[in-house]
């Protein structure tokens, strides 16, 4: 291969999988996959699209090679080709921080009960764990498949009903899926009504993984 042939099929790589990234609702579901595997029917119903709209999103991020998919029974399941994709996707969010930290500021002002939450960064984590409850605030099938070692769960849509499972003697920290998930914003804005001080980790389970924090899962393997 000539050496203009294989500039030319490497550059052709690079836009197919940046036009990978370059739809909204393709990162959407590179996040959802970020937490475990899923099914197209699960994919499609937590990021609110149709399944035929969902299976075209995939197909693409599949000829990109940003997603793999296997048979199992009568379901495909789809999850992340590698941590490079995590890592991608990690470089996308640095790279448009300052566009991010506007939206947050909008979001704050547009949901006063988002204001003025406390933040707890990775590496403070580590070093307090032993003082602190930590709650993964994510679906149960993502804990499952993998979560910060120690932490519990109660998904969002159930802490109504199990705040008595947390235990107030310890610091309170929630976390979820990263940074473009509001799950752990609004679970320490329902614990602060209810009395309960509360921290936010400000990275989700695949930044938590991918900087080589403790984590242990359900299924699978650790």
């Known amino acids: 291969m000539a050496i203009k042939e294989f500039k030319d ?21 590179l996040e959802l996959l970020a937490q475990g595997e899923k099914t197209v029917d699960v994919l499609a119903t937590m ?10 999103h995939l197909q693409l991020l599949r000829n990109s090679g940003l997603v793999v998919s296997v048979k199992k029974g ?4 789809y999850s992340l080709s590698g941590d490079a994709v995590v890592d991608i996707l990690l470089k996308l969010r640095d790279l448009t921080a300052w566009q991010i930290e506007n939206l947050e500021n909008t979001l704050a002002q547009q949901n006063p009960e988002l204001k003025d939450q406390s933040i707890i960064k990775a590496k403070e984590l580590e070093s307090i764990s032993a003082n ?9 099938d993502e ?10 769960n109660i998904p969002f849509a159930e802490l109504d ?4 499972e947390i235990n107030t003697d310890k610091s309170i920290v929630a976390y979820c899926r990263g940074a473009y998930c509001l799950l752990s914003r609004q679970a320490v804005a ?8 509360a921290k936010r980790l400000k990275v989700g389970f695949p930044e938590w993984k991918q900087s080589g924090g403790q ?8």
């Open 9 to 29: 099929c490497m550059f052709e790589q690079l836009a197919k999988v940046g036009k990978a990234f370059g739809n909204p609702n393709r990162i959407e579901l």
């Open 47 to 56: 990021a609110g699209m149709s399944v035929a709209n969902t299976s075209q």
């Open 74 to 77: 009568q379901f495909v399941h």
């Open 132 to 140: 602190v409850l930590v709650v993964d605030v994510r679906p149960e």
């Open 143 to 152: 804990f499952a498949a993998g979560h910060i070692k120690g932490a519990i």
């Open 161 to 164: 009903d199990r705040i008595s």
């Open 190 to 197: 329902k614990l602060k009504k209810r009395g309960i001080d």
């Open 215 to 222: 984590t242990k899962a359900l299924v699978g393997n650790d």
